[in-house]
């Protein structure tokens, strides 16, 4: 039955086809062909092909000019021609021609001309030669080097030093060797160019506390405490670290250290101390920040200063417990990538630290000189010295700013070369300002250390360096 | 150097035939590491087809690691990791003694300094062979040295050293190209006079007031030995990469570097906040189409032109004993007005003709070479680096150098070192002493390098390099060979994974013009004992271009055939 009617309605409807107007038709039929055409067809229209032939893109090349490798330097810039300095830079020193008393060296304990060190390097330059022709792991470690790192060790009263090749590849290696990507670094915003550079090079997250100043410092670190609080699972792996400077290049200026070893173990991060300029300086017996303060230093993850100031050698070292300093001997890039320290450097710096045992006294004596240069530094209208009165390195500044940063470097300059023209070699401090993360205040007539005997005793040769610094634009 | 995410470079394969179109650089074919295996044969003639840049024979070759070495390699490595493991097991339940130094008591609840699994390669393998790295010597790094006896009773956790020495241990390590590491003679006499005089310090910077008379006349010798307007010189050859860069790139800009770049040069480039691209090693199909596509498409993200290029390759790369294909480099260079820096740290003294480096050795012209940069580290037997070039860069340089304005600048006596024996080279001193060592050099570099390879041994590099990598290959063979070695008096450099890739160890040798052919001789002799004792014979004598070498896959672009 069912089978019938379906034939039947078949039949009707081939019969309607028969019956409709041919127009009706002809619409229908659009209509399917248009509905094919839909479903088949893409939905939407791909983009013309933009594809550059092979002479587009030569013409292209052709056309790129690109940039100087560098843009040219006016004959005149302030820091292209260098003073030369003849002879050796001791008490008295040669500068371009004329000799003065030297306050511009960091040459802080007068240890550069000893002829004690001289002897020892030349006793070393003797069995060595110069070079060491090879990188610390592949036959360039000597025995020097291992005596070196022993004295420093027992010296700075930790269980390991290692020694760089470079002042300022240490700390700049140093960073990086142990904080990485995501880990936190605070950092006072004082902080010298080696540690930038080291900071960025660790591409961990920074953050900048003002310079000195704990309450800042707590809150940064408070709020990170919040943030950990929010992420605990990636707090666990979140190193925190510390950096700071002993005696602030940059400003002459000490940390202070036992807020900072509180702040430590309040919200466990790590310290990383730079004492360049605090080494062989500060503390009875030169030690530096630690000793200053009576610190135990143990409280202090990892201590790096170079050897180029108070040892008048060349190079850096790092020291603090085995289980942090032994990470560098395969991390440290600056320590594993290039050569290490000539064998001469090292027997004069090992040199100067028998000297700087022998007579602590030393310390003593610059730090009066200090005191007492710092004391007779305050009357001179027109500049101020800032900083400690310990620091051997004087920030002198301007007590009024010119207005430009540009004026006040050129008025510095032309204190320095009067004073130059009386035998008195003093230095601007250098900065390349594009680079630097906070630039300090326009510090220019700066670095002047030198054997500046002042009547001291007999035999100590203690050195006073003083620097010369200037006040921002918006003091 | 990895690369950068989303580049604009499209992703698409590229068949490398189509990209020496110019005509100007050809030099065979460009194939992945899995075609290499299945068509290593045959290719030799590849090898030196450059289109007519060079001037000499360019030979340069690296046989294939045989395909039982690989797979047995990987097997040593499983094997180490999984006792690496156990052991690890051992030490956490106290099972096993703990060597190694930990944390204070107090600050247990810090995070933990490092990754635990960051020092497992430390711990578990590097611990096992470290007697053959950081040996003490005591005497001068010439061609014979005096190394301290050390013993090791917790298995190399740590060391005592016996009071012994073991003398004479003939010197295949140290970087003494020229054998200039000496304690007599006119360099060692003029440092001392230099020394009395100097002292060892500057204590300032250059920029401040620790530019010396010396410092002057150092610069203007090297200026005049490189061939260059003006020089400048600093105090660590690492340095000088990592704080020079910086100076002349930033933001904008592109750097190419080659893949197997020293790390100051990764440093360097990474501090100038330039955006980096990595090309395969001395490769210059990669290098043009990077070169094209850089300047095509302009800077990924907002398509601009990039401000400029700068591309840093390396005279003689120290692991492998390449030789940079410099005449195609600046060719290119010059093509896509790019900046070429070069840096020769291991090639200035040890190649050319006259001991000015590579561009020397293909008889170049310095003037091509816009920042050339190299240490005295090696062939000077001093330390410190330099850059060279126009004096409109060395102005520039002098202004904004990190190192003229941060770093102290070099000591008085490593500096009368390096003028005395640069002196010495250029045969200003009268003698033909610098002109013999340099043919002594080239002499004692071609000579081992054929008597490695007519004993069966797979040498990488070029013929003329005298950086010369015996390949190892299997991890466990690392510490054999250099303990060997030493045993029977001969102290060479072993490398493994992390400074080559894992599969490649090797042990690495560096001529040096003080070896003497007995010397020499008596090496080869130990070399080729040591090898059958350990069988290292590895070679079919079937070289493969440099181009064909497999690579790990971390380059920027991939190729096809």
């Known amino acids: ?87 050796p830079p001791s008490h008295k020193i040669v500068v371009n021609g004329k000799e003065c008393i030297n306050f511009a060296s960091f040459n802080f304990l007068g240890l550069l001309d000893n002829p004690r060190v001289k002897a020892a390097a030349l006793a070393s330059l003797k069995k060595y030669g110069v070079g060491t022709c090879g990188p610390r792991g592949f036959y360039g470690t000597f025995d020097v080097h291992l005596d070196l790192e022993d004295r420093l060790a027992k010296f700075m009263k930790t269980e390991e030093a290692i020694i760089y090749s470079y002042g300022f590849a240490t700390i700049a290696s140093a960073i990086p060797a142990y904080s990485k990507r995501g880990d936190i670094v605070f950092v006072d915003r004082a902080a010298c160019f080696a540690i930038q550079k080291g900071l ?58 036992p807020e900072l070893v509180k702040l430590k173990y309040k919200y466990k991060a790590r310290i990383f101390l730079e004492e360049s300029l605090s080494f062989g300086v500060l503390g009875e017996h030169g030690r530096g920040v630690t000793e200053h303060f009576g610190i135990n230093i143990d409280d202090i993850d990892l201590i790096s200063a170079n050897m180029e100031n108070s040892l008048a050698s060349i190079g850096g070292f790092c020291c603090g417990r085995s289980f942090v300093i032994d990470h560098q001997r395969l991390s440290g890039q600056g320590y594993c990538f290039s050569a290490s320290l000539p064998p001469l450097l090292a027997a004069a710096a090992i040199e100067a630290l028998n000297i700087m045992e022998e007579n602590p006294g030393i310390f003593a004596v610059l730090k009066e000189k200090c005191k007492r240069i710092h004391k007779a530094l305050q009357g001179i209208s027109g500049l101020k010295v800032v900083g400690e009165t310990l620091s051997p390195a004087f920030h002198l500044q301007l007590q009024e700013s010119t207005g430009s940063r540009e004026r006040d470097v050129k008025l510095l300059q032309e204190i320095v070369n009067q004073c130059m023209n009386r035998s008195i070699a003093l230095t601007q401090a250098r900065y390349l300002e594009k680079e630097e993360k906070c630039l300090p205040p326009p510090r220019s007539g700066t670095g002047e250390s030198s054997i500046h005997n002042q009547g001291g005793g007999p035999g100590c040769p203690a050195i006073v360096c003083f620097r010369a610094w200037w006040p921002p634009h918006d003091t | ?175 003494n190209y020229l054998g200039f590491a000496r304690n007599t003679g006119s360099c060692q006499e003029a440092a001392a ?98 070169l094209k596509d850089a300047i095509v498409y302009g800077q990924p993200r907002t398509r601009r032109p990039w401000k400029k290029i700068l591309i840093l390759v390396e005279g003689i790369y120290s692991m492998e004993g390449s030789i940079v294909r410099l005449p195609e480099v600046i060719a290119l260079k010059k093509k896509y007005k790019a900046y070429l820096y070069l840096d020769e740290a291991h090639s200035i003294g040890a190649l050319g003709p006259t001991g000015r480096g590579v561009v020397d050795y293909f008889g170049l012209d310095p003037e091509d070479v816009d920042v050339m940069m190299g240490t005295f580290t090696k062939s000077f037997g001093a330390s410190g680096g330099y850059i060279g070039g126009k004096k409109e860069l060395i102005d520039y340089l002098r202004t904004h150098s990190h190192s003229a304005v941060y770093a102290t600048s070099l000591s008085p006596p490593v500096v009368e070192q390096i003028i005395t024996s640069m002196e010495c080279i250029m ?129 920027y672009e991939e190729t096809e055939d």
């Open chain 1, 200 to 257: 960025q090079a660790s591409r961990s997250d920074i953050k900048l506390f003002e310079h000195n100043d704990m309450a800042d410092l707590e809150r940064l670190l408070k709020e990170q405490e919040i943030e950990d609080q929010k992420n605990p699972r990636k707090a666990r792996v979140t190193r925190r670290f510390i950096v700071v400077e002993g005696l602030y290049m940059n400003t002459g200026t000490i940390c202070p250290l």
């Open chain 1, 1 to 87: 039955m069912a089978t019938t009617t379906e034939q039947w309605v078949l039949v009707e409807m081939v019969q309607a086809l028969y019956e409709a107007p041919a127009y009706h038709l002809i619409l229908e039929g659009i209509l399917i062909l248009w509905i094919i055409r839909l479903l088949f067809s893409k939905t939407y229209k791909l983009q013309e092909r933009s594809d550059l032939t092979v002479k587009e893109k030569e013409e292209l090349i052709e056309e790129w000019q690109p940039e100087p490798l560098v843009p040219p330097i006016s004959k005149d810039h302030p820091a292209l021609n260098y003073n030369i300095v003849s002879g």
């Open chain 2, 1 to 175: 150097m990895r690369p950068e995410p989303g580049g604009c470079c499209c992703r698409r394969p590229v068949r490398a035939n189509g990209c020496v179109a110019n005509g100007e650089v050809r030099n065979g074919y460009v194939r992945s590491s899995a075609a290499v295996s299945a068509a290593a044969a045959g290719q030799t003639q590849h090898m030196t087809q450059n289109g007519g840049l060079y001037k000499r024979p360019f030979n340069e070759a690296f046989e294939e690691t045989p395909m039982l070495v690989a797979v047995l390699t990987y097997v040593g490595y499983g094997v180490l990791t999984l006792f690496g493991y156990l052991r690890d097991f051992l030490r956490h339940w106290r099972i096993e003694k703990c060597h190694h130094a930990t944390e204070r008591e107090e600050q247990k609840d810090f995070v933990s300094l490092y990754q635990d699994f960051e020092n497992f390669y430390t711990r578990n393998l590097y611990m096992r062979i470290r007697d053959n790295w950081n040996r003490p010597i005591c005497s001068v790094p010439g061609a014979r040295v005096d190394i301290m006896e050390r013993e090791s009773r917790d298995y190399n956790w740590s060391f005592r050293y016996t009071g012994n020495t073991i003398k004479g241990v003939i010197n295949m390590g140290s970087y």
């Open chain 2, 193 to 290: 006079k230099v020394l009395e005089e100097y002292g060892v310090g500057v204590c300032s910077t250059r920029q401040e007031i620790g530019n010396l008379d010396k410092h002057e006349e150092l610069e203007k010798l090297v200026a005049s030995f490189l061939g260059v307007e003006a020089a400048m010189a600093y105090g660590m050859g690492f340095a000088t990469n990592s704080m020079n860069i910086p100076a002349l790139v930033s933001k904008g800009c592109l750097i190419l570097s080659d893949e197997l770049n020293h790390a100051s040069l990764v440093l360097g480039a990474r501090l100038s906040g330039a955006t980096i691209r990595v090309f395969k090693h001395n490769n210059m199909q990669s290098l043009e189409k990077l």
């Open chain 2, 427 to 555: 045969g200003k001193d009268g003698t033909t002493l610098g002109k013999e060592c340099i043919q002594q050099l080239a002499e004692n570099t071609r000579y081992f390098r054929r008597r490695l390879k007519e004993m069966g041994f797979i040498i990488y590099g070029n013929e003329d390099s005298p950086v010369v990598p015996l390949m190892l290959y299997m991890p466990a063979k690392i510490g054999a060979f250099g303990r060997e070695m030493l045993k029977r008096n001969v102290g060479v450099v072993v490398v493994g994974f992390p400074a080559t890739p894992i599969i490649e160890s090797r042990a690495r040798f560096c001529l040096s013009a003080a070896h003497t052919k007995e010397i020499l001789d008596t090496a080869l002799k130990e070399i080729d004992e040591v090898g059958d004792l350990l069988q290292l014979k590895y070679s079919r004598h079937r070289l493969v271009p440099l181009l064909d070498r497999p690579f790990d896959e971390t380059t």
